[in-house]
């Protein structure tokens, strides 16, 4: 499982108001509004930090330290006279990255123009993106033995946000599992997701008879597949 963080701060004169989302939700209350102070104004100091929050700068240390340990912050030394330098703090890519963003809103609001000018052009996009995705798998699992390729699939799905695993059952089958749908709002209005991800799967194990067994949009609370190497 690949799991990343990373963060950043600067000073303001007004409390921003408290944003509400379910990964800063997940983090102490003070560490989510350093990372909210830090989002607005780009970068900033453990002093500025600590006035704005009205946190005493001692306290702030500790945060600022453990947020980046957690890779969510970053600093950079700043000399600008005599004694210690100081640190002016930012966002990383990965404390960046836990801020809402609206793409499936926007993904699904485009595919719908697509499809209002011309239905076949949808499938064709779809079926270029499966293509594409295709072939930056199969410079991975090409040469692999059969178990290790099924593996790399996992790990694959795994990193596109699948959360992904996979078990060898005693008959030789093995049992490939999604527990998270990392399209799940493009899949239920556009079923070309679905069908582009067996399809895919299907392509990159030729060598197996692959089935879907379990299906989230058919009630279901993982997506499943049944992979069974296909007899020499």
């Not at 500025?48 to 600093?75: E, K, M, P, Y």
């Not at 005599?82 to 836990?98: E, I, N, Q």
């Amino acid at each position: 499982m690949l799991r990343a963080m990373n963060e950043r701060a600067v000073q303001s004169t007004a409390n921003p108001p408290a944003l509400s989302t379910r990964a800063l939700d997940n983090l102490p209350a003070t560490r989510g509004k350093i990372l909210e102070f830090l989002k607005r104004k780009d970068a900033a100091t453990s002093d500025g930090i600590a006035v704005n929050l009205g946190i005493t700068a001692s306290a702030i240390r500790q945060h600022l330290a453990a947020l980046t340990a957690d890779g969510l912050i970053q600093f950079e030394r700043e000399r600008t006279g005599p004694g210690r330098p100081t640190h002016r703090y930012s966002l990383t890519t990965a404390g960046d990255a836990l801020f809402p963003r609206n793409y499936v809103d926007l993904t699904n609001e485009l595919l719908g123009y697509i499809e209002d000018e011309d239905s076949e052009l949808l499938a064709r996009v779809f079926d270029k993106r499966g293509l594409a995705r295709l072939e930056r798998a199969r410079a991975r699992t090409d040469g692999l033995p059969f178990p290790g390729k099924v593996a790399m699939v996992a790990q694959i799905l795994d990193e596109d946000g699948y959360l992904a695993d996979f078990a060898e059952l005693a008959d030789g089958t093995f049992r490939l599992t999604e527990h998270n749908c990392a399209v799940l709002a493009i899949a239920q209005r556009y079923q070309h997701a679905c069908r582009t991800e067996l399809d895919f799967l299907q392509a990159l194990l030729p060598e197996a008879e692959v089935v879907r067994v379990a299906h989230r949009l058919k009630s279901g609370h993982i997506c499943s597949y049944e992979i069974t190497p296909k007899e020499s």
